[in-house]
């Protein structure tokens, strides 16, 4: 296996070669570093490398394999970790002049249950500032690439995970998703990104977030992939009054059980978002697969209204209560638009915010009943194909004009609710770039999001499709 080929090998089998001796993850970890090298100065998707580290440690795990000492599933497989999770020892930023020299004390949840599986940390990936945004830049490390078209945004917040994962700089990467921000550059960058339950995967510690919205998951290239990872962070933690009771199961082993028999709808719009024409072909002409996965399918939309208002009011006064006793001291060193949408949470009220639960409580008993009539609900992952870098996004799709936020009105909701959700690829436009469709699970049932992902993906497999970023 060359070089290349061992930085695309997805880690389910990366681990079965490490133990079975056939490579070494001192091979993995120079291959990899080797063309992180030439890639990431492209795309900016590692805003730190851990290159001394990462090599110490295949060191001492092709010795624990050589030993035949017992071995983690992830024993010797590279895994990123998302610049707003803390790393022990290891510089994090969440991709602001704030922390710029910050060295947590203490590994998030996330990241010592991965070490611990036997997974190496090769970096941290670039996120917007606190991950408020869905593109990825910040005053401190500057713009994140697109690995399929470099004028273009791999999203946001996750987007240096994403970018990493599609260019083949690591298989495994650890993101974390608010409002959209695993499924969006998962669409973008053309790539699998699961976001599990809210409290599936505990958050602790870490920076200041969206805890009521906030998810941390898996993305990857290939769906068994994330369900491996999954069955590594998933299960309960004390930190995180929110963790949900782990579930006596696989989810690697779960990913081969289909989904016939089950119903499940697609909706174009969800009754109320504008789409790009060439989103809405790619993900109609990718939901046909499922008729021939043995499901019964059936288009149709929830009967729900679109929550923007109460999301917006919501985040932004999140942001503005845990941030704005920083703004007297390093706004000018912040992101412009951060800091207006700091601002712009000062003038709520908490009637205004009570308002906003009282309002979120409303959506999620809106599409209950959808959901106990669907198993699942297929939707486009987001409105409109990647755009151009430093652009916080269209304001008109489809000929209509819309809100800031619109582009992103299939993501959103799915916070509010706290459902599983994740992004396949459904296709590429005509220029070669990713379109995502977005599969949604009933209310805490992971394992169907990832049978029917893993399903489709044997159906329409996308592992072989590489982005041109070696020739740019």
């Given at each position: 296996?060359?070089?290349?080929?061992?930085?695309?090998?997805?880690?389910?089998?990366?681990?079965?070669?490490?133990?079975?001796?056939?490579?070494?993850?001192?091979?993995?970890?120079?291959?990899?570093?080797?063309?992180?090298?030439?890639?990431?100065?492209?795309?900016?998707?590692?805003?730190?490398?851990?290159?001394?580290?990462?090599?110490?440690?295949?060191?001492?795990?092709?010795?624990?394999?050589?030993?035949?000492?017992?071995?983690?599933?992830?024993?010797?497989?590279?895994?990123?970790?998302?610049?707003?999770?803390?790393?022990?020892?290891?510089?994090?930023?969440?991709?602001?002049?704030?922390?710029?020299?910050?060295?947590?004390?203490?590994?998030?949840?996330?990241?010592?249950?991965?070490?611990?599986?036997?997974?190496?940390?090769?970096?941290?990936?670039?996120?917007?500032?606190?991950?408020?945004k869905g593109v990825t830049d910040n005053p401190l490390f500057g713009i994140t690439r697109n690995p399929w078209d470099l004028s273009k945004t791999p999203g946001g917040s996750s987007g240096g995970a994403g970018a990493a994962v599609a260019a083949g700089l690591g298989p495994l990467a650890v993101g974390g998703d608010g409002g959209g921000s695993i499924r969006i550059p998962a669409s973008f960058s053309g790539i699998f990104g699961h976001k599990p339950s809210f409290g599936r995967v505990p958050q602790y510690p870490g920076f200041p977030s969206w805890?009521?919205?906030?998810?941390?998951?898996?993305?990857?290239?290939?769906?068994?992939?994330?369900?491996?990872?999954?069955?590594?962070?998933?299960?309960?933690?004390?930190?995180?009054?929110?963790?949900?009771?782990?579930?006596?199961?696989?989810?690697?082993?779960?990913?081969?059980?289909?989904?016939?028999?089950?119903?499940?709808?697609?909706?174009?719009?969800?009754?109320?978002?504008?789409?790009?024409?060439?989103?809405?072909?790619?993900?109609?002409?990718?939901?046909?697969?499922?008729?021939?996965?043995?499901?019964?399918?059936?288009?149709?939309?929830?009967?729900?209204?679109?929550?923007?208002?109460?999301?917006?009011?919501?985040?932004?006064?999140?942001?503005?209560?845990?941030?704005?006793?920083?703004?007297?001291?390093?706004?000018?060193?912040?992101?412009?638009?951060?800091?207006?949408?700091?601002?712009?949470?000062?003038?709520?009220?908490?009637?205004?915010?009570?308002?906003?639960?009282?309002?979120?409580?409303?959506?999620?008993?809106?599409?209950?009943?959808?959901?106990?009539?669907?198993?699942?609900?297929?939707?486009?992952?987001?409105?409109?194909?990647?755009?151009?870098?430093?652009?916080?996004?269209?304001?008109?799709?489809?000929?209509?004009?819309?809100?800031?936020?619109?582009?992103?009105?299939?993501?959103?909701?799915?916070?509010?609710?706290?459902?599983?959700?994740?992004?396949?690829?459904?296709?590429?436009?005509?220029?070669?770039?990713?379109?995502?469709?977005?599969?949604?699970?009933?209310?805490?049932?992971?394992?169907?999001?990832?049978?029917?992902?893993?399903?489709?993906?044997?159906?329409?497999?996308?592992?072989?499709?590489?982005?041109?970023?070696?020739?740019?």
């Amino acid at each position: 296996m060359d070089a290349m080929d061992l930085c695309y090998t997805p880690a389910t089998e990366l681990a079965v070669l490490i133990r079975e001796k056939k490579i070494s993850p001192v091979e993995v970890m120079e291959a990899l570093f080797s063309r992180l090298e030439t890639v990431n100065p492209k795309i900016n998707a590692y805003c730190t490398l851990l290159p001394e580290q990462a090599m110490e440690e295949a060191g001492r795990a092709e010795e624990a394999v050589a030993k035949g000492e017992k071995l983690g599933p992830l024993h010797g497989v590279p895994v990123s970790i998302k610049d707003l999770t803390f790393t022990k020892g290891v510089r994090t930023t969440g991709g602001s002049r704030i922390y710029e020299d910050f060295i947590p004390d203490a590994d998030a949840i996330v990241v010592e249950r991965l070490k611990a599986a036997g997974a190496i940390v090769v970096g941290k990936t670039n996120t917007p500032e606190f991950g408020w945004k869905g593109v990825t830049d910040n005053p401190l490390f500057g713009i994140t690439r697109n690995p399929w078209d470099l004028s273009k945004t791999p999203g946001g917040s996750s987007g240096g995970a994403g970018a990493a994962v599609a260019a083949g700089l690591g298989p495994l990467a650890v993101g974390g998703d608010g409002g959209g921000s695993i499924r969006i550059p998962a669409s973008f960058s053309g790539i699998f990104g699961h976001k599990p339950s809210f409290g599936r995967v505990p958050q602790y510690p870490g920076f200041p977030s969206w805890e009521t919205l906030g998810h941390t998951g898996p993305m990857t290239r290939t769906v068994r992939d994330s369900a491996l990872m999954l069955d590594v962070i998933a299960g309960p933690h004390d930190g995180d009054r929110h963790s949900l009771p782990r579930e006596q199961l696989s989810y690697l082993e779960e990913t081969g059980g289909g989904i016939k028999g089950l119903r499940v709808a697609w909706s174009q719009d969800l009754g109320y978002a504008p789409v790009d024409s060439v989103v809405r072909e790619v993900t109609s002409s990718a939901v046909k697969v499922f008729s021939g996965l043995g499901c019964e399918l059936e288009e149709a939309d929830p009967d729900i209204e679109n929550p923007e208002r109460a999301f917006g009011i919501m985040v932004s006064s999140d942001t503005s209560a845990k941030l704005m006793d920083k703004v007297d001291e390093w706004g000018e060193k912040m992101d412009p638009m951060l800091l207006m949408f700091i601002q712009r949470g000062q003038k709520y009220s908490a009637v205004d915010l009570q308002k906003a639960n009282l309002q979120r409580s409303d959506f999620w008993h809106s599409i209950l009943p959808f959901f106990q009539k669907y198993d699942l609900l297929l939707t486009p992952t987001i409105a409109v194909p990647p755009f151009e870098v430093e652009n916080m996004g269209p304001r008109e799709i489809d000929g209509v004009s819309v809100s800031p936020t619109g582009w992103l009105n299939f993501t959103f909701p799915f916070n509010f609710t706290g459902q599983p959700a994740a992004n396949v690829p459904a296709g590429w436009t005509e220029d070669g770039l990713p379109i995502g469709l977005q599969i949604i699970g009933r209310r805490h049932d992971d394992v169907t999001v990832l049978r029917a992902a893993a399903a489709f993906e044997e159906a329409a497999p996308w592992l072989q499709r590489r982005p041109p970023v070696d020739r740019a």
